[in-house]
């Protein structure tokens, strides 16, 4: 499927309001169906996604945003809320079938935690980079409650949220203005 | 530019060999400024980049990275080092012009922690997909010495090595067979 880097990077913007058409649920799983290729260690693959796109589910998740993060995101017609399941290892079998990487990782939190946080971040930018792809607008946030999130969402399992992202087509009214990068000097060195 | 999903996500994959030609610094810099557009919180964009593209730098490369991994990274024409500046705050005044946004992290360990790793790894990802965008393979890696490496290539800076990720153009005959992903329903649910 054609896209263009101004859809992925250059044009593409963080987007605060939304226009209520609803998402499909064909289109979420277009979402994993092309995310879930991109790259983690050892395949571990540790995201795990909640789409909350119903009455109910918005109703839970007001109270787990930040004020400022609140009204928007009861507004978007998708949360996603991207989880990183700390027992990822416990998959690996299944993911990883040609040699025993269960033990890397079982039994060390420092690695589990490093793994599963640096990973399913990776798979969240891949996230957004596939609802970009298929013509939908991003709301990253990381401004919420993550012990109730974790309460109201992953109870009774081994997941743990990352970041939350809304997910429509963004009204372009509601953008702010675009802030600076850094040059390429100043973030960047050779070897 | 124009790309594919099929570039970027199904039939990308991670390499282990790469065909000696250079990667010229100017597609380094096209990555650089493509990646630097996808969003991170309160565009702190904490992500630092070095490109080890010469033999000294590779020399110095090869004791940090663990046994299986060290042979390929010093056969890519580019290894980059993708790192975390833990004092990505003091540079919220250039980048998040608006408001102060500083205080919001500022003498808080956990919060600092957290952000830095989250958006250097959001940004590892969009730059994979930028590299990818422009022909580029790649081959991301998270085995390495950390305390050497950051005493070898940040030596004197406040940033920490997050991961490591080989460039180039990917010698097929070199990719191991694709490891299965979860399904939909192993790793998504709606509420």
Redesign the interface.
Known sequence: ??????Q???E?R?HNGFFPEPVP?ST??AI????????T?A?C?P????????P??KA??GPCMSEGNRAKTLAAPVTV?IGMDMAFYD?LP?????TDARPWFAGKPAVIE??A???S??????F???AR?LGLD?G?M?GFDGELMDAT?WAGTTVKT??VCNLGKGDPSKI??R????S?EE?????
């Open positions: 499927m054609n896209v263009t880097t101004e992925l990077f250059t593409a963080t649920e979420l799983r994993y169906e092309l995310m879930k290729w991109g790259p260690s395949n693959s995201a795990r996604f909640i789409f909350v796109n119903t109910e589910g839970k998740l809320i998959k299944q993911l990883f079938p040609h490093a793994t946080f640096r990973n971040s990776l798979q969240g930018a891949y957004m980079m596939a792809s991003c990253p990381s969402f990352n970041f702010f203005g802030s600076p990068r850094l390429f973030a960047c060195s050779f070897a």
